[in-house]
T-cell receptor, first 111, second 114 residues
């Protein structure tokens, strides 16, 4: 059974810092991996999608990497801003279409 | 506007009643998903469907039922058998098969048992 773990559960940083969020998964037979952002009481917003054949994807200040063999992905946020404060979730899609989430990392960026 | 619509946004249910949450998408996506989120927790998969008239149980299907009679719609019924139904429910959809299968989410329904 696929299990997805995110570390740390919570993170607080001063504005301007670069930071890394971690996601690990137990079964490397994945179709793709997706990073999401969730604001309190809201739905999820897709940030980046990495196909299983890709190593990384970039969008603006965000960069996500994927190492399928070791079961790990990282989300790098450059020059963090208070508006980045949210919960970040990763999800892996199996080859059967199931989409499994980690518990999330709650980020606070202090002005 | 293309997207996923969940309704209602807030729902109150008396103990012992069944209640149905609506999820509609106009993205022409084949796959649809239902998740439950408890405070401070990640998302847990309830049911998912990859094609009309077919669906599979997720990790916490007990006390829930779904139907997929149309591609656009995937309603979730929370039955009286669900022991602790108070939670935030999220619906998602995506394409299937080759290429990008990016998942998109609705804004959620918050269900409270009173």
């Amino acid at each position: 059974k696929q299990e997805v773990t995110q570390i740390p559960a919570a993170l607080s940083v001063p504005e301007g810092e670069n930071l890394v969020l971690n996601c690990s998964f137990t079964d490397s037979a994945i179709y793709n991996l997706q990073w999401f952002r969730q604001d309190p009481g809201k739905g999820l917003t897709s940030l980046l999608l990495i196909q299983s054949s890709q190593r990384e994807q970039t969008s603006g200040r965000l960069n996500a990497s994927l190492d399928k063999s070791s079961g790990r992905s990282t989300l790098y946020i450059a020059a963090s801003q208070p508006g980045d404060s949210a919960t970040y979730l990763c999800a892996v899609r199996s080859n059967t279409g199931k989409l499994i989430f980690g518990q999330g990392t709650t980020l606070q960026v202090k002005p | 506007d293309g997207g996923i619509t969940q309704s209602p946004k807030y729902l109150f249910r008396k103990e012992g009643q069944n209640v149905t949450l609506s999820c509609e998408q106009n993205l022409n996506h084949d796959a649809m998903y239902w998740y439950r989120q408890d405070p401070g927790q990640g998302l847990r998969l309830i049911y998912y469907s990859q094609i009309v008239n077919d669906f599979q149980k997720g990790d916490i299907a007990e006390g829930y039922s779904v139907s997929r009679e149309k591609k656009e719609s995937f309603p979730l019924t929370v039955t009286s058998a669900q022991k602790n139904p108070t939670a935030f429910y999220l619906c998602a959809s995506s394409t299937m098969g080759q290429g990008s299968t990016e998942a998109f989410f609705g804004q959620g329904t918050r269900l409270t048992v009173v």
